[in-house]
T-cell receptor, first 117, second 114 residues
Framework: AQKVTQAQTEISVVEKEDVTLDCVYE???????LFWYKQPPSGELVFLIR??????QNEISGRYSWNFQKSTSSFNFTITASQVVDSAVYFC??????????????FGKGTTLSVSS | DSGVTQTPKHLITATGQRVTLRCSPR?????VYWYQQSLDQGLQFLIQ???????AKGNILERFSAQQFPDLHSELNLSSLELGDSALYFC?????????????FGQGTRLTVV
């Protein structure tokens, strides 16, 4: 069955520390997409990144970087030099075709990141 | 601002009642998705519409129904409400319906059933 596991429920760091959020997924699909979303205290879900299953190159966007390893079914997210504004719940998600004409996202339970000054 | 508009932002209603949540997708997006976020179940996919047609169905209760109108806005109808239906309901939209399409989420409607 399709599944996304974010084993870290909560992480607390001090500003300027680096932090890595783990994501492990399970899927039978050969083609799939992985996503990260951020949910700040205001509640909306903000799209951060999409990665397809054929592209294992790491990606960096400013202080954010993502490490996709198909061999270990992981798609980890690192924030470098964390800031208070990074405090949020972060969700990893997996595309789910499930033999339907459309698509859905399967979300992990989320990791709550608290960055203190 | 994602461009996806959900109304109302907050809704308080009694058990047994029926409510309608509304979603206007981003301009140009043909797909609309509904998700439910609750403390115990997390974020769960409910249903997807693409250009007016149902495309995918998730863990949506029979008491819940949705539709997408010709102007592409969507409504999620929740009936015979129970306390356990209290949750944050998100609408998302995307251009297409394919696996590689990222979905942009609205700010959600917080439903409280008392």
């Amino acid at each position: 069955a399709q599944k996304v596991t974010q084993a870290q429920t909560e992480i607390s760091v001090v500003e300027k520390e680096d932090v890595t959020l783990d994501c492990v997924y399970e899927t039978r699909d050969t083609t799939y997409y992985l996503f990260w979303y951020k949910q700040p205290p205001s509640g909306e879900l903000v799209f951060l990144i999409r990665r397809n299953s054929f592209d294992e190159q790491n990606e960096i966007s400013g202080r954010y970087s993502w490490n996709f390893q198909k061999s270990t079914s992981s798609f980890n997210f690192t924030i470098t030099a964390s800031q208070v504004v990074d405090s949020a719940v972060y969700f990893c998600a997996l595309s789910d075709k499930s033999n339907q004409a459309g698509t859905a996202l399967i979300f992990g339970k989320g990791t709550t990141l608290s960055v203190s000054s | 601002d994602s461009g996806v508009t959900q109304t109302p932002k907050h809704l308080i209603t009694a058990t047994g009642q029926r409510v309608t949540l509304r979603c206007s997708p981003r301009s140009g997006d043909l797909s609309v998705y509904w998700y439910q976020q609750s403390l115990d179940q997390g974020l769960q996919f409910l249903i997807q519409y693409y250009n007016g047609e149902e495309r995918a169905k998730g863990n949506i209760l029979e008491r819940f129904s949705a539709q997408q109108f010709p102007d592409l806005h969507s409504e999620l109808n929740l009936s015979s409400l129970e306390l356990g239906d209290s949750a944050l309901y998100f609408c998302a939209s995307s251009v297409g319906s394919a696996l590689n399409t990222e979905a942009f989420f609205g700010q959600g409607t917080r439903l409280t059933v008392v």
